[in-house]
């Protein structure tokens, strides 16, 4: 390893972490000024010592090499940046950085069998990042997570049979999701559901028989997505609705309905 590198780890003489440059005169006094050439520094591109993310991330593209050397930098978008280019055992070692940022981006990249140990962070947008990359078989681990955010994340990748620890979810957001997803029959137990964009999310799946329990339902969204799929019984039913441009609307499919069966028994 260089002399040049081994400065750079010390932190001695650097411009302040954070603070773009005042021009190329600070150049410099940065340790690395001497591998300028090699590493393509550039103050206003591709630069270490800059208070812009995106010059920041420029310079490890064309180094990664120099990760190595920045993962305990005192500033938090350097250490968010590099952990793109890092091994696991160093990633390891940032799970308990104190900035969300870093432990976003380290959730991120670190190999999904270690992050269990990252499925209590304070931080929701990190537990949110665990549980989109968390193995499945852990994932029911966080169905009780107190954010909604992460338990949406596990609604969205569990499997269809493991579903059933978040049946009674308090959030409308996440039921929808499970009311779509869980194993027939089982979505029935969402027809009486309090939030009417649960019960119409169980609507969606195209199960008939709900849809003949759903044409009285109170929500005018509800019954007007029936009157747009439903067909049979149903859709009879609906051309007596309360709503009279629900009626109408349900009228006009159910004569198209009946006109196309005349032409298949006739054909």
């Known amino acids: 390893m260089s002399p040049e590198m081994n400065d750079c780890e010390k932190r001695s003489g650097l411009p302040k972490s954070g603070e773009a440059f005042q021009g190329e005169d600070s150049c410099p006094d940065c340790r690395i000024f001497s591998l300028r050439q090699t590493a393509g520094c550039d103050p206003g591109s591709a630069c270490v010592r800059t208070g812009y993310a995106r010059h920041i991330d420029r ?68 537990r949110i990042r665990v549980a989109g990359r968390l193995p499945y078989a852990l994932l029911p681990r966080m169905a009780r997570d107190p954010d909604y955010g992460v338990r949406l994340q596990v609604a969205r990748r569990i499997s269809p049979s493991g579903l059933f620890c978040l049946l009674d979810d308090e959030d409308s957001q996440v039921r929808q999701v499970v009311a779509r997803r869980i194993l027939a029959p089982h979505h029935r137990i969402f027809q009486r ?60 499919r159910w004569e198209q309905e009946c006109s196309a069966d005349a032409r298949r028994k006739a054909s």
């Not at 696991?88 to 969300?100: A, G, K, N, T």
């Not at 309090?194 to 009285?216: C, K, Q, T, Y």
């Open 59 to 126: 310079f490890f593209r064309k180094n990664p090499f120099l990760a190595l050397h920045f993962w305990q930098d005192e500033y938090f978008e350097v250490r968010a940046i590099v952990t793109r280019y890092l091994p696991p055992d160093i990633l390891r070692r940032m799970m308990r950085d104190p900035d969300e940022t870093v432990r976003m981006n380290v959730a991120l990249f670190l190999p999904p069998g270690d992050l269990v140990r990252m499925m209590g962070d304070p931080d929701r947008e990190v």
């Open 193 to 252: 559901d309090p939030d009417p964009l649960v019960r119409l999310a169980m609507l969606e799946r195209g199960d008939e028989e709900s849809w003949l329990e759903a044409v009285s339902d109170p929500d005018l969204r509800v019954r007007f997505f029936l009157v747009e799929h439903a067909c049979g019984e149903a859709l009879w039913q609906l051309t007596q609705d309360p709503d009279p441009y629900l009626r109408e609307m349900a009228r006009k």
